[in-house]
């Protein structure tokens, strides 16, 4: 059974994975080199992304619950983040700092506005901090991966990460359109998901020990399957037993169309 993280430990990750993003930008020799898995960015366009948007979320989780989000800002048109180095990441390391002390004031449980309204996560401070850890996480990937240096995602984010995604992103209670299926997720660090997707809907429960295989049963590294899930690494990439049409159908599907 996956165990959910207590929020304290879930401010340290994103403290974490935000220190990594910003090493990777300062050991850049050019920030103007582009990102292979953010089309049309540069590792700057990716900076001020992850600045403004964490500048975004504190605003988001400060305003509280019933709240309009702020507006998302397009990194090329906004002229915030810094261009000098220095400036740049003392700019990145108070746009976290800024959603931090939002997410410390409000606590887990206070309830904001989430664009995952259908999802089995709950609209709270607390679901948006697991999900910035991913976010965070993901974008150093990325920003590694332009300078030739990507490294997996470390473990504890990446179990993390399977669970989180599977429960904001997968789940909705939008009816399925297709066969109904089963998709079975492992992780070789620990960890094991069930997708059900039918009439009522995408729902994530943790795998049973004695569960029969799935429709599809799909294994790899944690950091790998997270990878694949944020479409930074294709699905052959994991060892899969079955049918793989369900999650071509899932991951093609936008449940809001």
């Known amino acids: 059974m996956h165990t959910i993280l207590e929020f304290p430990e879930v401010?340290?990750?994103?403290?974490?994975?935000?220190?990594?993003?910003?090493?990777?930008?300062?050991?850049?020799?050019?920030?103007?080199?582009?990102?292979?898995?953010?089309?049309?960015?540069?590792?700057?366009?990716?900076?001020?992304?992850?600045?403004?948007?964490?500048?975004?979320?504190?605003?988001?989780?400060?305003?509280?619950?019933?709240?309009?989000?702020p507006a998302k800002t397009n990194p090329k048109g906004a002229p915030t983040a810094p261009r000098d180095r220095e400036a740049l990441d003392a700019w990145l390391a108070e746009s976290t700092e800024l959603m931090l002390d939002a997410m410390r004031e409000a606590g887990p449980d206070r309830g904001c506005w989430t664009w995952w309204g259908r999802s089995q996560a709950p609209q709270t401070s607390g679901a948006i901090a697991?999900?910035?850890?991913?976010?965070?996480?993901?974008?150093?990937?990325?920003?590694?991966?332009?300078?030739?240096?990507?490294?997996?995602?470390?473990?504890?984010?990446?179990?993390?990460?399977?669970?989180?995604?599977?429960?904001?992103?997968?789940?909705?209670?939008?009816?399925?359109?297709?066969?109904?299926?089963?998709?079975?997720?492992?992780?070789?660090?620990?960890?094991?998901?069930?997708?059900?997707?039918?009439?009522?809907?995408?729902?994530?429960?943790d795998l049973a020990a004695d569960a029969e295989p799935g429709d599809l049963v799909t294994r790899g590294a944690a950091s790998e399957v997270v990878l694949y899930l944020y479409d930074r690494i294709p699905f052959d990439s994991l060892e899969n037993t079955g049918s793989t049409e369900p999650m071509d159908q899932l991951a093609e599907w936008d449940p809001n169309a």
């Open 11 to 69: 401010l340290r990750l994103i403290e974490d994975r935000s220190a990594a993003f910003r090493a990777a930008i300062a050991s850049a020799d050019d920030l103007d080199v582009p990102v292979p898995t953010c089309p049309d960015w540069t590792l700057r366009d990716l900076a001020q992304h992850l600045g403004d948007g964490r500048r975004r979320q504190a605003a988001i989780v400060a305003a509280g619950p019933g709240a309009e989000p």
């Open 130 to 205: 697991r999900h910035q850890i991913q976010e965070i996480a993901v974008h150093t990937y990325d920003a590694q991966l332009a300078q030739g240096a990507a490294q997996p995602l470390p473990a504890e984010v990446a179990v993390e990460g399977i669970d989180e995604f599977l429960v904001t992103v997968a789940a909705t209670n939008v009816p399925w359109p297709f066969k109904p299926a089963t998709i079975d997720l492992h992780a070789a660090e620990g960890g094991s998901w069930r997708l059900t997707l039918n009439a009522d809907g995408v729902r994530c429960d």
